[in-house]
């Protein structure tokens, strides 16, 4: 789906409610938008839409959510060390 087409429709269309999927996608670890460096550029895409398409208000909400999500993403990241350094350690000691 074409975030950016969304964006500038958003106003210019009388939106309708459908009680079932119209549309689905799916993301798999070998995709080219699973690369950490196409995620980047595309979070970078998507702030530079929505400051053209988008009010302000909006824009700032989307601002905060991806803010948000980034912490959401190093806190799992610092989760996932702590998971592997204990771990490590519970191995090393089985191994005495």
Not at 33 to 43: E, G
Request: glycine residues 4%; charged residues 35%; positive net charge.
């Amino acid at each position: 789906m074409d975030y950016e087409y969304w964006l500038r429709i958003k106003n210019r269309t009388d939106w309708i409610f459908f009680d079932r999927i119209v549309d689905n996608f799916r993301k798999h670890d070998k995709g080219a938008s699973s690369s950490p460096f196409t995620r980047t550029d595309s979070h970078l895409e998507e702030m530079q839409a929505g400051k053209m398409y988008m009010n302000w208000f909006e824009f700032y909400v989307l601002r905060f959510i991806f803010k948000i999500l980034a912490k959401v993403a190093d806190e799992a990241k610092e989760q996932i060390e702590l998971y592997k350094a204990f771990r490590k350690a519970v191995i090393g000691r089985r191994q005495l």
